[in-house]
């Protein structure tokens, strides 16, 4: 309409990679009010007021309005992910409240702690009982008058960066499948700034190409997602600040095999089949590949998609230390038998202990990469204390048969936080024999300060059996004199 309002903004554009002054139709913001900030999801309130910014005030103020434009341009990329994956509910997105020149820092009691500014950052806060929207935050504008030194390793403004907005919208899209709390967690760190990325088009985040006269975050660095990657390391997954980099790099990697279209709805896809309790790696990774191979099957066929997800795990996954499903049959998992084993203890110093039955009960039955752990019970006469063996250290790679190195590694340690203590319900004599057994394993297999011990689980090719035999046994010899020895195949 030749008389339609429009209004100023800075945009992303992608083919010359630089921002630029924009005017742009009202109607592109997808208002759902004539007079305030209001959006089909969302609404803009200025600091902690319970108003909502009108029109009037914001059609002034370039800064606010290409906020309201990224915010809509995220929700409207989101739709259009989900119209793609062919959902009913594509439209129904979490409601929040976005907050611009929030003042005060967040507090988990009240929502603000008066006592420090907000500043130089932005963040997402889920919904609690005194408030049951989510509501997203924007600092004030920071300025340094006079001060240039520094000032380069700071944002100024992240209600102006369009990687700082998108990812701080798409923790409302994880949170939904993945719990509200999953906030800070490497996984949905990741996953947002992978959608950042993705919406810019760009693998460039929160560096002064993709935020105008902004620098750097305080404690996010930006970073090139295109870089080289190293291989998956568990310590990520409790603690994300150790390496901002490899999850949204690898996803990044992975939209260069697959395509930006296919990458989006797949990634969207897996998000909506995690829950709180999803790691990256296993559970996420697995759902990541479950989804391609439902989205690529509808056009390409079964006998193509298995062939690419094959591809998939064999130059992209594996390279970086990542096992799906589709490598089972290449892993330890596929060797070890799927059933509780019952061995004879043949350390003849258990003699002394126990005068009836003296076995071991080992349980490989859920031995995988969600839970690479061999589970003990050693049995004697009519008591029972129980051991675990967990190989979570090792690199994923090391699973796989055809490595150099043919054992894993594993720490043995008691399965109870408190095994001194019997289980309740035995008679005072099975107490004292539980009281023997504790203090043998403690004393003859555990080391004294950390009350755990080396282990090594082998494996080898049978070629005349044409099959893997497995033992697991101590690290070093001399402890338990390989009277500990357990086999693990041929069952």
């Known amino acids: 309409m030749a008389n339609e309002p429009k209004v100023s903004i800075l945009d992303w554009e992608t083919n010359k990679r630089k921002f630029m002054t924009r005017e742009i139709p009202i109607t592109e913001l997808h208002l759902s009010s004539e007079k305030k900030l209001i959006f089909e999801h969302f609404e803009i309130h200025r600091g902690m007021s319970e108003e909502i910014i009108s029109l009037e005030e914001a059609m002034k103020d370039k800064r606010i309005m290409t906020l309201v434009y990224h915010l809509s341009k995220a929700e409207q990329n989101f739709i259009g992910i989900l119209d793609k994956l062919d959902q009913k509910d594509a439209k129904s997105l979490p409601r929040a409240i976005i907050r611009i020149d929030a003042p005060f820092a967040f507090s988990p009691n ?24 989510s509501e997203i935050w924007f600092g004030q504008k920071w300025s340094f008058p006079g001060i240039s030194l520094f000032a380069s390793d700071r944002i100024i403004d992240t209600a102006s960066c369009p990687d700082a907005i998108y990812h701080e919208y798409a923790h409302l899209i994880t949170g939904k499948y993945m719990g509200e709390n999953s906030i800070g967690r490497s996984l949905s760190e990741g996953l947002s700034d992978y959608f950042a990325a ?40 409790s ?59 509808k056009t390409k066929g079964e006998s193509f998609t298995k062939e690419y997800i094959s591809f998939i795990e064999r130059d992209l996954f594996i390279p970086h230390g990542l096992i799906t499903q589709v490598s089972y049959e290449n892993s330890v998992f596929s060797q070890t038998p799927n059933q509780t084993i019952h061995l004879p203890n043949i350390d003849d110093r258990s003699k002394s202990i126990c005068k009836g039955p003296n076995e071991w009960e080992i349980h490989t ?31 994923p790679t090391q699973f796989l048969l055809d490595q150099p190195q043919t054992f894993l590694t594993g720490n043995l340690k008691f399965a109870s936080i408190s095994p001194n203590v019997p289980p309740t319900g035995y008679s005072h004599a099975e107490k004292t024999q539980y009281g023997k057994m504790f203090q043998f394993i403690k004393s003859k297999y555990l080391f004294y300060r950390t009350q755990e011990q080396d282990m090594r689980l082998y494996y080898k090719r049978d070629p005349i059996l044409d099959r893997y035999q497995l033992s697991l046994e101590f690290a070093y010899p001399g402890i338990g004199n390989r009277e500990f020895a357990i086999p693990l195949s041929g069952f």
């Open 239 to 297: 603690n994300f600040k150790s390496d901002f980099h490899f999850i949204p790099s690898l996803l990044w990697k992975y939209r260069l095999f697959v395509g930006k279209e296919m990458a989006d709805k797949t990634i969207l896809k897996a998000v909506q089949k995690s829950d709180p309790s999803t790691r990256f790696y296993p559970e996420f990774v697995d759902n990541l590949s479950k989804s391609l191979f439902e989205e690529m099957i």
């Open 365 to 395: 039955e859920d031995f995988s990469t969600k839970d690479p752990s061999v589970r003990l019970k050693w049995k004697c006469d009519s008591v029972s204390i129980a051991l675990i063996v967990d190989f979570s250290n090792n690199v």
């Open 110 to 133: 009240e929502y603000t702690d008066k006592n420090v500014k907000l500043r130089n950052t932005a963040l997402t806060i889920p919904p609690s009982q005194f408030n049951q929207d």
């Open 198 to 237: 993705s919406f810019l088009d760009y693998p460039s985040l929160y560096d002064a190409r993709t935020c105008p006269e902004v620098k750097r975050q305080l404690f996010v660095r930006g970073f090139q997602l295109q870089n080289a990657l190293g291989l998956y390391n568990p310590n990520i997954e």
